[in-house]
């Protein structure tokens, strides 16, 4: 049995099965790991739930803020995107299926098989463990799989607060975790996160640096799997992997096999202009 971990898809699952094809993929025995961001923007969002959806528990995804877009939508409380590409899925026959599934995926994932590996869409607060992290993360999962989740989808949104404080409590707690692990990339070293720029990690504003590259950030014994940050491009590093290598924005599609390192890639079509990015 081999493990595998793909970069954000945004609704491209011709790469996908491609991408499966290269790597031998067998549903029957391989797991598949994915870093979120499964819809949106591609042309293919609503057969990309539907295919993951058949590969029941062969498949472990984490929540990217695009999917959450979708959740919000779907609730009655989405921003609308000139580039979006969920529309199908909302007017889809079995889209209270699709969107039952998605919601109940987590926003934080780790595997006894992997104990100091923790996959999550976009980073982690320096003051976060992953052991915290996961266990934040349920916070958030456990109003997304209850019946009263379209609430939240209503105050999901917002860019405060933008540092971590234990004592947060109620919706303020929630939407700064959320955005924590689906729309980090940079930070202080204090914590306070910049949500304005989106490019490579040179591009910090004064004062800030990429979330992985903070001093004595508290998930550094753990390696840390995400995606989000396309323009950032692939990075390996032993505690940490950076999968999003921008395959709608006509790159390539990238997995990373967790026994042994192997990388592996198929080129994408651009369906988008590079300046849309997010």
Partial sequence: ???????????????????????????????????????????????????????????RCVLGNHDLHLLAAAAGHGRKHKSDTIADILEAPDKDALIDWLR??????????????????????????????????????????????????????????????????????????????????????????DFKIKDNAKSAPPGYVPWFEVHGRKSARSRVLFGHWSTLGLMVRDDLCGLDTGCVWGGRLTGLRLEDGELFSTPCVAMLPTGDQA
């Avoid at 999550?120 to 320096?126: C, N, Q, S, Y």
């Avoid at 463990?129 to 009263?148: F, H, I, P």
């Fill in 104 to 193: 109940t995926r987590p926003l934080a994932y780790s595997d006894d098989a992997f104990p100091d590996v923790i996959m999550v869409h976009a980073g982690l607060l320096p003051q976060w463990s992953a052991k915290k992290a996961l266990k934040l993360a349920a916070e958030v999962e456990a109003v997304l799989q209850g019946d009263d989740w379209q609430h939240f989808m209503a105050v999901l949104y917002g860019n405060q607060p933008d540092a971590w404080n234990d004592e947060l409590e109620g919706h303020d707690r929630l939407r700064i975790i959320v955005n924590a692990l689906t729309r980090l990339r940079f930070c202080t070293q204090e914590g306070v996160m």
């Fill in 1 to 59: 049995m081999s493990t595998y971990v793909v970069g954000d898809l945004q609704g491209c699952l011709t790469p996908l099965k491609d991408l499966l094809e290269r790597m031998c993929f067998n549903p029957q025995t391989d797991r598949l790991w994915l870093t979120g961001d499964l819809v949106n923007r591609g042309p293919e969002s609503l057969d990309t739930l539907r295919f993951l959806m058949s590969l029941g528990d062969t498949v």
